[in-house]
């Protein structure tokens, strides 16, 4: 049976739910899949993943590679912690160091690395070859009989534009944000004490509506217009919640 491999960030990390996005859209389509996302990861870690598996010969003719590019100014800090690479969330650094064991040393050698090396232009120069690359890989795939789909998480883009296999236009990041019913109702949302409740940073129901998305453009094979799919919008704030509470996560996200 043929199968989806899927990488990515946050808008990927299995939960293990049926109603996600990526188990759904396996289900349509009938194909087995794997999954390898979790929080605050680099595009350095993401595409690693896909690497060692095509390294490792683990896709098969018919086979669909999704690559979802998260945002283009975190950096894979520490080996053993690919999580650690979202600056912005190194202000709970109290929380890294319970839960990972992350030094006060390394802590501070990331904090060092932003007041003194970090550059935008970099940022944006390295996310230019890693799209050269994703199409090159892409390339090479499609010779093996396997698609691949770059899905943007955050549109990075500057001069090199991906030319996958499959074609999408769009980002995951405005399907998000756009759930929302202002742009001051998406920053109270984020600026509670918990962490985004949408599994995905999706409401249950735009998960369908992806999963289902992405399998006609696979099966058409037809470029995935993100602004054509009829998304829940507008709905989505403080609050609201309460009345929202069957489309978040059944459990709390920490």
């Known amino acids: 049976m043929s199968k989806f491999w899927i990488y990515g960030d946050s808008f990927v990390r299995d939960w293990g739910l049926d109603w996600q996005w990526h188990r759904q859209l396996a289900n349509i389509a009938g194909r087995d899949m794997s999954i390898q996302g979790d929080f605050g990861v680099a595009n350095d870690w993401i595409l690693m993943k896909a690497a060692e598996d095509s390294y490792h010969n683990n896709y098969a003719s018919g086979d669909v590679v999704i690559i979802v590019t998260t945002s283009c100014n975190r950096y894979w800090f520490l080996k053993d912690h690919p999580t650690i690479s979202n600056y912005s969330n190194l202000t709970q650094f109290e929380n890294y160091k319970n839960k990972y064991g992350v ?15 970090h550059q935008g232009y970099i940022d944006s120069f390295r996310f230019d070859a890693q799209t050269a690359w994703i199409n ?22 500057s001069h090199v534009v991906p030319r996958t296999s499959l074609s999408v236009k769009g980002t995951l990041v405005d399907v ?4 929302f019913t202002s742009e001051r109702a998406m920053d109270d949302w984020y600026n509670r004490p918990i962490p985004d409740q949408r599994v995905n940073h999706l409401l249950k129901d735009n998960h369908y509506e992806l999963a289902k998305a992405i399998a006609t453009a696979i099966t058409n094979d037809t470029l995935l217009d993100l ?18 509470a069957k489309q978040l996560s059944p459990t709390l996200i920490r």
């Open 136 to 157: 090159d890989f892409s390339e090479q795939q499609l010779k093996k009989g396997v698609k691949v789909m770059l899905l943007p998480g955050w549109d990075n883009f």
């Open 103 to 117: 030094t006060d040393e390394q802590h501070t050698a990331i904090e060092l690395y932003y007041k003194h090396i």
């Open 176 to 179: 998000s944000s756009q759930e």
């Open 227 to 244: 602004a054509s799919v009829p998304w829940k919008q507008g709905v989505l704030n403080t609050r609201t919640s309460s009345a929202f």
